[in-house]
């Protein structure tokens, strides 16, 4: 399967913990983006890289949240000191250098208790 | 700023009849791409049209098809011949060539498909 895939699928933590969402892209993109979908919603934009550069930064990102992509292939999500309103799918998806088409991978699924 | 609006939350067809579904946008900039995207209840997101807003010819893909009126910012999705495996959250979604290089949903429509 050379689609994007995301891991863990979901994830269930208590308030005020850690937690790291990876997301490896298809081999071939150099663009990768981070979006968060709450129940009912359409996908709101987190953030994206091109390469190893983080390019753009949502306001819904706050300090709690950062994302890398080291070696410009997988990105890692971290969300620090978690709280119930984080509770979401996180949708990770990759693109080419045009960035139009936009493949998504399955999401994790956080649920902050 | 950029906008997507989708005005209608649900929508239900028969099998094998068509059925539209709606989409309104927002921008002031002229080179921006339009998509209309597919969410099964597996929750992964699938394309399913793209529209240029430079072209005039609306795009199709087999059963799929799109209204484009770039005066109007509409642009509508069309399913004919609908499936049981159309059923899913519909969104549409727009991406600019320049500036903000991010995809920005419209609230999404929840399809579904009577037998």
């Known amino acids: 399967d050379t689609g994007v895939s995301q891991d863990p699928r979901h994830k269930i933590t208590k308030r005020g913990q850690n937690v790291t969402f990876r997301c490896d892209p298809i081999?071939?993109?150099?663009?990768l983006y981070w979006y968060r979908q709450t129940l009912g919603q359409g996908p709101e934009f987190l953030t994206y890289?091109?390469?190893?550069?983080?390019?753009?930064k949502s306001r819904l990102l706050s300090d709690r949240f950062s994302a890398e992509r080291p070696k410009g292939s997988f990105s890692t999500l971290e969300i620090q000191r978690t709280e119930q309103g984080d509770s979401a799918m996180y949708l990770c998806?990759?693109?080419?250098?045009?960035?139009?088409?936009?493949?998504f991978g399955p999401g994790t699924r956080l649920t902050v208790l | 700023a950029q906008t997507v609006t989708q005005s209608q939350p649900e929508m239900s067809v028969q099998e094998a009849e068509t059925v539209t579904l709606s989409c309104t946008y927002d921008?002031?900039?002229?080179?921006?791409?339009l998509f209309w995207y597919k969410q099964p209840p597996s929750r992964q997101m699938i394309l399913v049209i793209r529209?240029?807003?430079?072209?005039?010819q609306n795009a199709t893909e087999n059963r799929f098809s799109v209204n484009f009126q770039k005066a109007a910012k509409s642009f509508s999705l069309k399913i004919s011949d609908s499936q049981l495996g159309d059923a899913a959250m519909y969104f549409c979604?727009?991406?600019?060539?320049?500036?903000?290089?991010?995809?920005?949903f419209g609230q999404g429509t929840r399809l579904t498909i009577n037998p």
């Open positions: 998806a990759s693109s080419s250098q045009t960035g139009s088409e936009q493949f």
């Open positions: 081999s071939e993109h150099n663009r």
């Open positions: 890289f091109q390469n190893e550069a983080q390019l753009e």
């Open positions: 921008t002031s900039e002229s080179d921006y791409y």
């Open positions: 529209q240029e807003a430079y072209k005039q």
């Open positions: 979604a727009s991406f600019l060539i320049q500036g903000a290089q991010k995809l920005v």
